[in-house]
C-alpha cells in the first residue's frame, strides 16, 4: 500500500473532523489527518480495514463484469469436458484440482446434485494449483478424452486414495482400460496445454484463489459448497433466465 493511498483512506475516516474547514491547503488538510492519526491511532485500523473493504468491492465487480462478458467462454468452451446432461438448462463451471481434498469432498455433492436434477451440465475446468502431480493428473485426465474415457478415469482420480503423482495417477488408468502407451503421447497434444492454461486465465479473472470453485449461471462460488447450497444456486440460475 502507498502512503498517498493510505492517506487517503484515513482522510474519510477523519472526514468530519475536516469537512467544514473548507479553506485549507493540501498540505494543512494532511497536516491535520497525520496529527488526527497520532492523537487517535485507532484510526490507522479503520482505515485499513476502509481500503481492504473498497479493494474487495472493486475486486468483485471487476469478477462480475468478466463473468457477464465471457459467460459463453466459460460455458461453451470446446475444449473443456462436460458431465452431466450435456443439454441441460443450467450450467455449473467447476474449477479443480485431484490433489485437493476439499475438492474430493466435493465431489459427492456435486454427485448427489446431477443424480437429483437431471438438467444441470458441468464444464469441467481441470485447475491443477498443488504441485506437479496435480499438473500430470490433470494432463492425463484430459488426455483421457481421446480415448473417451474421461468421465471414469476423473472419477477414479478424485476417489483414489493418497497423493496424485505419476506412477499413482498411470496406476488408476490402468485399472480404468486406458491405453498407457497412447495416453502418454496424448498428454503432450497442445489442446491439453492450453486447456490449463485457460483455466489459469479465468480464475484469475474471477477473482478465485484456490480450489474448488464454481461459477453456476451468472454466480459465483469460490470454495467448498454442499448439495443443498448447489441446489439454492442452480435455481436461482434457472429463475433468472426465465
Request: proline share 5%; charged share 20%; net charge negative.
Amino acid at each position: 500500500m502507498t502512503i498517498a493511498r493510505f492517506l487517503g483512506a484515513a482522510a474519510l475516516c477523519v472526514a468530519p473532523l475536516v469537512g467544514a474547514a473548507q479553506t485549507l491547503s493540501e498540505d494543512e488538510i494532511k497536516t491535520l489527518v497525520l496529527d488526527t492519526i497520532r492523537e487517535n491511532p485507532e484510526i490507522v485500523m479503520e482505515a485499513l480495514q476502509l481500503l481492504e473493504l473498497q479493494q474487495q468491492e472493486a475486486q468483485a465487480a471487476a469478477a462480475q463484469a468478466f463473468l457477464t462478458e465471457q459467460q459463453e467462454l466459460l460455458q461453451a468452451d470446446p475444449n473443456a469436458p462436460v458431465i452431466g446432461n450435456p443439454d441441460g438448462d443450467v450450467t455449473i463451471v467447476q474449477f479443480f484440482d485431484y490433489n485437493c481434498r476439499f475438492c474430493q469432498a466435493a465431489k459427492p455433492e456435486l454427485d448427489a446434485l446431477l443424480a437429483a436434477d437431471p438438467n444441470v451440465r458441468v464444464v469441467m475446468r481441470e485447475w491443477p494449483v498443488l504441485g506437479e502431480g496435480s499438473v500430470f493428473a490433470a494432463r492425463a485426465a484430459l488426455a483421457a478424452r481421446e480415448q473417451g474415457l474421461y468421465e471414469p478415469f476423473h472419477d477414479a482420480l478424485m476417489t483414489a486414495e493418497g497423493s496424485m503423482q505419476e506412477q499413482s495417477v498411470m496406476r488408476v488408468a490402468a485399472n480404468v482400460g486406458l491405453d498407457i502407451d497412447q495416453l502418454r503421447r496424448d498428454m503432450d497434444a497442445p489442446e491439453i496445454a492450453e486447456h490449463l492454461q485457460m483455466s489459469s486465465d479465468l480464475s484469475r479473472a474471477l477473482g478465485f484463489t484456490g480450489t474448488p470453485s464454481f461459477v453456476i449461471g451468472d454466480l459465483l462460488a469460490p470454495g467448498m459448497i454442499r448439495t443443498d447450497q448447489m441446489a439454492t444456486l442452480v435455481e436461482a440460475a434457472r429463475t433468472s433466465v426465465e
